[in-house]
T-cell receptor
Framework: AQKVTQAQTEISVVEKEDVTLDCVYETRDTTYYLFWYKQPPSGELVFLIRRNSFDEQNEISGRYSWNFQKSTSSFNFTITASQVVDSAVYFCALSANNAGNMLTFGGGTRLMVKP | EPEVTQTPSHQVTQMGQEVILRCVPISNHLYFYWYRQILGQKVEFLVSFYNNEISEKSEIFDDQFSVERPDGSNFTLKIRSTKLEDSAMYFC????????????FGPGTRLTVL
């Protein structure tokens, strides 16, 4: 069975602050993929990043960075210098070959960035 | 850039009625999925579809649900007799081929059952 836990249900920051969204996962598969999706108020799911279980290199894309640590089964997401447009619900998700590649989502973290 | 489309964006129906939610996946994609999100909750997997048959389904996907790919472009989710608890956002997703590929989501259909 797969499980994704996002312990922070809601985070509120002031613009320009850095913020880290936590994600912890469980799976018995040795090959798996981790994702982050953004859901803005308009409701769609926007793909942000995918990492596979063999690649623990951290990644940076502009103000976004991701820290994948297999030892702690975590895949955390940091937004640097947050902006009001970053306000959204962020979902961490997991898929594994042996689970038909369906996505198992965490409960989501609602990020509110205040001006 | 190609994208997954869904129609309608919002559907209101009476309890007990049948609804069909439509999706047009990205044209060269081979794997198709339906997920649902009850308001304020997490996104949940319903069913995956490959090579004209269901490959995986969740406990939510009971006999009231069915999926079909009636032609080369559309992928539909039918709910035979809607219940109040079927009210949710339904997302369609597709991915190209390899297990390493990302699933891309449509904008969703908000279903309201009265």
């Amino acid at each position: 069975a797969q499980k994704v836990t996002q312990a922070q249900t809601e985070i509120s920051v002031v613009e320009k602050e850095d913020v880290t969204l936590d994600c912890v996962y469980e799976t018995r598969d040795t090959t798996y993929y981790l994702f982050w999706y953004k859901q803005p108020p308009s409701g769609e799911l926007v793909f942000l990043i995918r990492r596979n279980s063999f690649d623990e290199q951290n990644e940076i894309s502009g103000r976004y960075s991701w820290n994948f640590q297999k030892s702690t089964s975590s895949f955390n997401f940091t937004i640097t210098a947050s902006q009001v447009v970053d306000s959204a619900v962020y979902f961490c998700a997991l898929s594994a070959n042996n689970a038909g590649n369906m996505l198992t989502f965490g409960g989501g973290t609602r990020l509110m960035v205040k001006p | 850039e190609p994208e997954v489309t869904q129609t309608p964006s919002h559907q209101v129906t009476q309890m007990g009625q049948e609804v069909i939610l439509r999706c047009v996946p990205i044209s060269n994609h081979l794997y198709f999925y339906w997920y649902r999100q009850i308001l304020g909750q997490k996104v949940e997997f319903l069913v995956s579809f490959y090579n004209n048959e269901i490959s995986e389904k969740s406990e939510i996907f009971d006999d009231q649900f069915s999926v079909e790919r009636p032609d080369g472009s559309n992928f539909t989710l039918k709910i035979r007799s809607t219940k109040l608890e079927d009210s949710a956002m339904y997302f369609c997703a597709s991915r190209p081929r390899a297990s390493t590929d990302t699933q891309y989501f449509g904008p969703g259909t908000r279903l309201t059952v009265l």
